[in-house]
């Protein structure tokens, strides 16, 4: 493999791997989170053998770093991951409060599901991976990600009627 430099890769990779740790890393260990991830790609890249997208290849080792972040930190009472807080303390112009409005209520939506269920949503309709991609990431089929798609989305649907829509189903 032609193997950038480390510039390139990292302007690449950096706002999906930022993006996906921030879902699920409390806010203060965001940014060492990634580094840490950024330098497990850097110094993997040789032995990237091209089976799968860069991204989703860099992603997979994110996954893991992020496991190792929890199981480093268990029992320090870390609070659960919720965009809310700094959405709400953003600066945002009058005319985007609607807008703020939704992205709090998908923010504490996603905040109820399973870190699998919030993987799956972010990698296939946030970041527009494949099936292929995802499958790939978070090392199941591809048949196990279309089903954890559907009850992913079934799961949103769920938490969000009842939170933002009077509790119908």
């Known amino acids: 493999m ?8 990292y302007e690449n990779l950096l706002p999906l791997v930022y ?3 921030r879902l699920r890393v409390p806010t203060h260990d965001v940014e060492d ?10 110094c993997a890249l040789p032995g990237f053998k091209g089976n799968a997208s860069l991204k989703s290849w860099a992603l997979r080792i994110a996954y893991h770093q992020i496991a190792d972040y929890y199981r480093m930190n268990r029992g320090k009472g870390l ?15 009058e005319d985007q409060s609607e807008l703020l409005t939704t ?16 993987a799956v949503i972010q990698l296939r309709l ?6 292929a991609e995802v499958s790939q990431t978070l ?6 990600v279309d089903s ?3 009850r992913a989305k079934k799961s949103f649907c769920k938490h969000y009627r009842m939170d933002h829509a009077g509790g119908k189903r």
């Open 139 to 144: 090392g199941i089929t591809q048949q196990a």
């Open 103 to 118: 992205l709090l209520s998908i923010s504490e939506t996603l905040a109820k599901m399973s870190e699998p269920q919030v």
């Open 148 to 150: 954890l798609l559907y």
């Open 126 to 131: 946030i970041e527009g991976f494949s099936a």
């Open 2 to 9: 032609d193997t950038d430099s480390f510039d390139q890769i």
């Open 19 to 21: 993006r996906f740790v």
């Open 79 to 93: 609070p659960v991951i919720s965009l809310s807080h700094d959405l709400m303390n953003s600066p945002v112009a």
């Open 33 to 42: 989170v990634t580094a840490e991830i950024l330098t497990k790609v850097w």
